[in-house]
């Protein structure tokens, strides 16, 4: 695959979270993460991608959202649904959590799209920035990370938990997850598709808080 794809959405990406900060409504946390982002992205060299992790990886998930036009979108982010939308079998998804016994399917109906990061076309040690798509219907369990978190609702409103508080997020919200707060995401009746981006230490990878299932991407 020619890195057009990745590269048309990290484009993307990084001109929603820099025209977010412009802007100046954003809260004082979201911003000043928004900025260390945007810093942190300009160190990737994007001139040199691992061939290895951009082969295309077709997921179930996708042919979802492809069939899913976004509802009540605000306008930038159905504009950035719809520049991705014809990339998104390009990008290189993958579900890497080890199988759970009480959702055994989850594999089938959720996946992610890391394009800068240690496990990436584009390598950083740094800063994380990557896709999440979630079938109708599906609870991403609780886990948690030492890397902080920043997430951007693309497309679908889903209902999403941290510290035992949950909120449901339209298209365009913003969330931020310190390090190491325990989070979950759980989808209604159409599919999820946000954007992330990790930073700190963002080489230790997710766990599940239930212990007996640990992911190993």
Not at 102 to 123: Q, S, T, V
Not at 179 to 195: D, F, K, Q, S
Request: aromatic residues 8%; hydrophobic residues 40%.
């Amino acid at each position: 695959m020619p890195p057009l794809a990745v590269l048309t959405a990290i484009d993307a990406l990084r001109a929603h979270f820099a025209a977010r900060l412009a802007a100046s409504r954003e809260p004082s946390a979201i911003a000043a993460e928004l900025q260390n982002i945007l810093s942190l992205l300009d160190t990737v060299d994007l001139g040199h991608a691992d061939e290895k992790y951009l082969r295309p990886s077709a997921h179930p998930v996708i042919r979802q959202l492809q069939q899913t036009p976004p509802r009540n979108s605000e306008d930038s982010t159905a504009a950035i649904f719809r520049a991705f939308l014809p990339q998104l079998d390009a990008l290189p998804w993958r579900y890497s959590y080890a199988p759970r016994p009480d959702a055994p399917d989850i594999g089938e109906r959720m996946a992610w799209a890391e394009l800068i990061g240690p496990i990436a076309p584009f390598k950083s040690a740094k800063v994380c920035l990557g896709l999440t798509a979630i079938g109708p219907r599906l609870l991403y369990p609780r886990h948690r990370h030492p890397a902080v978190e920043t997430y951007l609702v693309v497309s679908g409103t889903a209902a999403w938990t941290a510290e035992n508080t949950t909120r449901r997020h339209p298209p365009g919200t913003l969330i931020l997850h310190p390090a190491n707060i325990v989070h979950a995401m759980e989808t209604g009746g159409e599919p999820l598709l946000a954007a992330y981006a990790w930073t700190g230490d963002v080489e230790t990878l997710s766990a599940y808080e239930d212990v007996c299932f640990n992911p190993r991407p």
